[in-house]
């Protein structure tokens, strides 16, 4: 299956270099390029990639904020790559949806198979973040709010396993393999629960498993 991928970097040369690494891969297609924010918006609404490759910080529009954008409306999973992996940008690309968020002085092959894993529709974060993350989460004081806890024993006891195994980093692969089901089934439960959870990306999902105290 081929990937269909928009690069939105505001340099020109980042943006070369970045187009230039992925038409090199048989089963990646660059379909589309953006310079600034709202083109990525506007181009990722009428193209409809698989992957949206967004950099954070961009004129007219920010990163961010294109990615709510682009994600609230179902146009593609979101890639975020950004050459600082600062707190505001982390946090902020989450919680907008953006399926998984990489540094720019990752390897090429890094940055390929981090499309790849978004492509199939699971998370994708760069060490360092998701070292962070595990500590943010792994604080005692964190707290959950009620309207979190009711939405996920709303859940089916599957749907509940499945968000368990999100929580826990598994790929859908893996979440087939121990849950003893198809991958494509999996797929299906992942999507119900983002949309039972009103969630954006299976990464909110990870967050609020840890949240709740989901474990496998």
Avoid: W
Avoid at 13 to 35: N, S
Avoid at 41 to 57: G, H, I, N, T, Y
Avoid at 182 to 198: C, M, N, P, Y
Avoid at 204 to 213: E, K, R, Y
Wanted: proline share 3%; glycine share 8%.
């Amino acid at each position: 299956m081929t990937i269909r991928v928009l690069v939105a970097e505001d340099q020109a040369a980042v943006r070369a270099a970045l187009m230039m690494i992925l038409r090199a891969e048989p089963d990646l297609e660059v379909v589309g390029q953006a310079a600034d924010g709202e083109e990525a918006v506007r181009l990722a609404l009428e193209l409809r990639p698989d992957v949206v490759l967004m950099d954070v910080q961009m004129p007219r529009l920010d990163g961010v904020s294109a990615t709510r954008q682009v994600v609230s409306a179902g146009a593609a999973q979101v890639l975020v790559l950004t050459t600082f992996d600062l707190d505001e940008y982390v946090y902020g690309a989450l919680r907008a949806g953006a399926a998984g968020f990489l540094l720019k002085d990752l390897e090429a092959d890094a940055l390929v198979e981090g499309i790849r894993t978004v492509a199939r529709g699971d998370g994708m974060l760069a060490p360092s973040v998701t070292r962070r993350l595990i500590g943010t989460f792994a604080r005692p004081e964190r707290t959950v709010g009620p309207a979190a806890r009711e939405a996920v024993s709303g859940l089916t006891p599957r749907e509940r396993e499945v968000l368990a195994c999100i929580g826990a980093g598994l790929s859908n692969g893996e979440i087939a393999g121990r849950l003893a089901m198809a991958e494509a089934t999996t797929k299906t439960h992942v999507s119900r629960i983002l949309a039972k959870l009103q969630l954006r990306s299976r990464v909110q999902a990870a967050i609020l498993a840890q949240d709740v105290g989901l474990t496998i």
